[in-house]
């Protein structure tokens, strides 16, 4: 069962205006499948997974583009991304003639120093990644990002669910695999990927040597999701240092595996956080690295709240690059201990958000809002994701809105 993804509707008006697509993500998050359900007909696909393939690829991109023509999609281009140089020269002396090539990569540090030096101007790009609710059925297909000033209603086409069913849908996560295998086997899943990223991409595209602290590393930002990111608390998990640490990050990063969140602040504060939060993009397998597989014990784990933290982060990122539109988010925190999860930053203005383990929202949970500078923009009226199951209208403004409405 294909299971629709709301990206597809981008790869198709960017194919109408550019002459290449890439679309990017982490490994098995579902990108050749959804281009390959959407390519025309009289496109042709080839992946470089094969290890004989991308070797001619590398060896001899001229010819291998000659010989496989165009439109064309090619798939895990990062394994020869000598074709990139060669695919500029096809698609100039085409007259940059729209939909030519769909790329796809799971490994960002590899492709996109060739993409912003040879298809400048010529690639439209997008970012996937594992299933948002929506996607996974949970609530009708969306394009539209979430917007703070529309939330009540939006959340009114979704199909709402209890603090139980919310966590299990946290620690399965959104591979696509195992959303359409219900009761499949995810340790046995998870240890699989774990294992073809690391040897696959890790080892082979970075040349790191000593997977297993590599995935020591992982386990440890894992159990750090949602919170602030400090290099020697992994490096000392990993037993490399802080150095090595801060360049396995970058890794992970690029790879889509994690992201990172920037604090807020205005050029003259001076006593505003600088360390960014470290979030994992899919929960499931962050709760697998975690040690989690009951969901009942996480929901009332000390693990609970930066799981859901990090799961609210994940859908609006979800959100907005499905609907390609940039997300301008951060958090904020200052040195005497006030904090706000999430500011929103658009038209203008400044959306603070709070994440709550409560299905009663109340004032006091924006009571750090206050202490945001705004700078020039306007500050507007706070939302706290809680577990409600219904909008919650609040004083001043505010919303109470579900996390499974998201």
Known sequence: MYLERTAGMQVEALSRFFPCVMVTGARQVGKSTMLRRLMPENMRYVTLDDYMVADYARKDPKGFLEEWGYPLCIDE????????????????????????YWLTGSQRFVMMKGVSESLAGRIGIIDLHSLSQREMGKAPLCCTAFDPEQAASQVQQANTCSLAELYERILLGGYPRLAQMPGGNVEAYFSSYVQTYVERDVHALTQVSNLASFVRLMRSAAMRTGQQLVYSDLARDADISPKTAAAWVSILQASGIVELLEPYYVNTTKRLSKTPKLYFMDTGLCCWLAGWDNPQRLMNSGYAGAILETWVYGQLVRSYANAGQPLRLSYFRDRNGAEVDFVLEKNGCLYPMEVKRSSSPSTSDLRWVSHIPPGSSELRPGIVFCTATAPVPMPHGALGFPISGL
């Not at 281009?77 to 030519?100: F, H, N, S, T």
């Open 77 to 100: 281009i990062q394994y020869a991304p000598e074709l990139l140089r060669v695919i500029k020269l096809r698609v100039d002396e085409a007259g940059q003639r729209p939909g030519m």
